[in-house]
């Protein structure tokens, strides 16, 4: 099918990657990522614009080391308002831009991601938001306190079908762990792959056969 991105998501990231240019973009994402595929979202295209899905959520990677604070990122999209704003989740947390439940407050966020890898921000289904590409106002994210960028842990990088290497062996062996049987060759193909989509049924993971951020936490 095709899709694109909303065009206020395409201002938003521009300009987060011109303020922090050397942050990582490992837990970005758009449309089918890990976390999202297998279920209804906003980043499924289901807003359409003609013939076109329109995707209207985003992630963007909490990266305190390279800069982007996603946290204290997201206090600020709450605070805004911005009228584009849909609900921003970051860290346990989901909040609503003005036209949704008790917005501009955190409530509590139950979903299985807690979304502290990353933030994820929806913008409103109506094409006056979602394409409306004026410029988001973020002067006011502060820069991470250093409590906060010593405390990070780095995620293991994000390994599918085709994947390669040392990362490969020590999934392989993660799995074997967790009772499946492969031979440790550090190569990701369809016998890995399986074993991933297994072990991901049997944790109650959204079942992709990519190994994120979710799948690595879960299986450490
Ligand atoms: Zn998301």
């Excluded at 609900?87 to 409530?107: E, M, Q």
């Excluded at 992709?208 to 936490?217: A, E, H, I, Q």
């Amino acid at each position: 099918m095709t899709w694109r991105l909303a065009n206020a998501l395409a201002t938003l990231r521009a300009q987060v990657n011109s303020k922090w240019p050397n942050r990582s973009e490992q837990s970005d994402g758009t449309i089918g990522d890990e976390a999202h595929a297998s279920r209804s979202s906003d980043h499924n295209p289901w807003v359409k614009d003609g013939a076109i899905g329109i995707v209207t959520g985003m992630d963007l990677t909490h990266d305190p080391i390279g800069g982007f604070d996603s946290y204290a990122f997201a206090d600020m999209m709450l605070k805004n308002q911005d009228k584009r704003l849909k609900y921003i989740i970051s860290n346990g947390r989901i909040g609503s831009g003005p036209a949704g439940p008790s917005a501009g407050k955190w409530r509590k966020y139950t979903g299985i991601n807690k979304h502290d890898h990353h933030c994820h921000i929806s913008v409103m289904p109506e094409q006056a938001q979602y394409d409306n590409s004026s410029s988001w106002d973020i002067a006011a994210v502060t820069s991470p306190n250093p409590e906060v960028v010593v405390a990070y842990v780095v995620p293991l990088e994000t390994l599918r079908k085709g994947s390669k290497g040392e990362i490969v062996e020590k999934l392989q062996g993660r799995l074997n762990v967790h009772g499946a049987s492969l031979r440790i060759d550090g190569d990701f193909g369809d016998i890995t792959r399986a074993a991933v989509i297994v072990f991901q049924s049997d944790s109650k993971l959204p079942v992709d056969g990519v190994v994120g951020p979710l799948t690595w936490r879960v299986l450490s």
